[in-house]
Structures are given as structure tokens and as C-alpha cells.
């Protein structure tokens, strides 16, 4: 009897030195809670977050560029449009730039129109027949006292009294090829006689020789200073212009 009482002893002993072994079977029990403390998948939860941020981030950034690029375009589009009216513009001149008012009629007129400067109506300037420069003078004066080109008539009229020349045609300055084509109306501002020492014939009681300078004021706003050698002979008690040849000219504008 007591033997079989410590054999029972014996395999509750037994037993119980077993399942202390066993305890491992156990932990899969335990797993949730160790998960919870474990600090992993906190780890890739923020991860994740930051993953969505950086695809939002770029998205937001590539949408204000495009918006950026379509705005341009627009710009560019609205210039081109606006161009072609300022070349139009430059291209055909006013009724004021054809009238030749304005910095538009100086610079794009192929010919010489009114308005720029005001020259007064062209007058019969005053002689003295006695005096030969004075007949040289007023013929000079009368010569580019112009109110249209190539027309003689004119002067012709007013110089006949002194100027014993055939025709005044192959002297006039004013015609379309002459150095004053397409300047008038014009207006003699001045004139400067000199004498020639080289003169022939030599200044005598009856012949006088003179270089003059003869200042020119156009209504295209531009100056010619002519240079002429004039020749006058004493025809009884008057003076008469006999020759009259233009050396040079210069021009320059105001």
C-alpha cells in the first residue's frame, strides 16, 4: 500500500516537473500584448505618413507650375497681337505727318512737304541800278525767293530791268535735279559779296566781278549756303548782271 502511494507520489512529481517545461506552448497567448508594446509598428506607421505627405507635397508642386506656364502663353499672345498695330501705325503716316507737322514728317517723307518752317510769300526785293552790287544782290535775293520749283516766271519778271541774261533756265538751282530740287518754297536770308582778285576781266568803271555767299532758308527746315561768281557791266546809267555761275553749295539742318 505504501509503495503504491509513492509510486502515485512519484508521477504527480513527475507530472507537475513536466508541464513546468511545458510553458513554452504558452506564449502565443501572450503575443498581442508584447505587439502592443512593441515599438515597430508605430515605426512604420509614421513611415507611411510620411510616404503620403512627400506624394501630396509633389503633386501641389507640380500643379502651381502648370498653372504658371499656361498663364504665360497668354501674355506672350496678348503681345503679339498688339504689335502689328504699332508697325502699322509706323508705317503709314497721319494726315499731320502728310501735312508735315511733327518729328513723323521729318523722318518718313520721301519728298519735301510744307509746314516745317513758315517762309514768307516771295517779294520783289529792292535795287539800285546804279550800284552794281546791289543788281547782283537783288538778283540773288529774287532767285531764291521761290515759292515753287522750276518756276521762272517770276523772277524773270522782276530782274529784267537788270539782268541781261538770255534765260535764266541753265543757272536755276530749282529744278528737279538742281542742288535746290524740291526745297522750295525757300526764302534768301542773307547774301555776302566779296571781291575776286583773280577776276577777268579786272573790276573797272564798267565791269565788277564778285563771289558771293548766298544763305538760303527752306521750308524743309534745312540751310544751303551757295557760293556763286557773279559778273555785272555798266549798260549806260544802269548795271546789269551778265553771268552767274554756282560754284558749290552746302546744306545742313536746323
Known amino acids: 500500500m505504501s509503495h503504491n502511494s509513492r509510486d502515485e507520489l512519484s508521477a504527480f512529481d513527475e507530472l507537475n516537473e513536466s508541464g513546468s517545461h511545458s510553458e513554452p506552448a504558452w506564449e502565443p497567448l501572450d ?10 509598428p508605430r515605426r512604420r506607421r509614421v513611415i507611411v505618413g510620411i510616404v503620403v505627405l512627400a506624394v501630396v507635397a509633389l503633386a501641389v508642386w ?9 498663364s504665360q502663353p497668354a501674355t506672350a499672345t496678348s503681345t503679339e497681337t498688339t504689335a502689328p498695330p504699332t508697325t502699322s501705325t509706323a508705317a503709314s503716316p ?13 523722318e ?26 546791289s543788281v547782283m544782290t537783288a538778283f540773288l535775293t529774287a532767285l531764291n525767293n521761290r515759292e515753287e520749283n522750276g518756276e521762272l516766271d517770276q523772277v524773270q519778271g522782276w530782274t529784267a530791268d537788270y539782268v541781261a541774261l538770255d534765260s535764266l533756265d541753265p543757272i536755276d538751282p530749282y529744278t528737279d535735279n538742281g542742288p535746290m530740287g524740291g526745297k522750295a518754297p525757300t526764302q534768301t536770308r542773307d547774301v555776302e559779296l566779296e571781291k575776286v582778285k583773280s577776276a577777268k576781266p579786272a573790276d573797272s568803271s564798267t565791269h565788277r566781278t564778285r563771289e558771293a555767299k548766298v544763305t538760303v532758308q527752306s521750308h524743309t527746315g534745312t540751310e544751303t549756303i551757295q557760293t556763286w561768281t557773279v559778273k555785272a557791266m555798266k549798260d549806260g546809267e544802269t548795271w546789269k548782271v551778265i553771268e552767274a555761275t554756282l560754284e558749290s553749295w552746302t546744306g545742313k539742318t536746323d
Open 108 to 133: 518718313e517723307r520721301s519728298e519735301p512737304t510744307s509746314g516745317v518752317v513758315a517762309i514768307a510769300a516771295p517779294t520783289n526785293p529792292k535795287v539800285n541800278t546804279k550800284d552794281p552790287e
Open 31 to 40: 503575443r498581442p500584448a508584447q505587439e502592443q508594446t512593441d515599438p515597430a
Open 94 to 106: 497721319t494726315p499731320d505727318a502728310v501735312d508735315g507737322y511733327g518729328p513723323q514728317a521729318a
Open 62 to 70: 507640380q500643379w502651381f507650375p502648370r498653372e504658371d506656364d499656361s
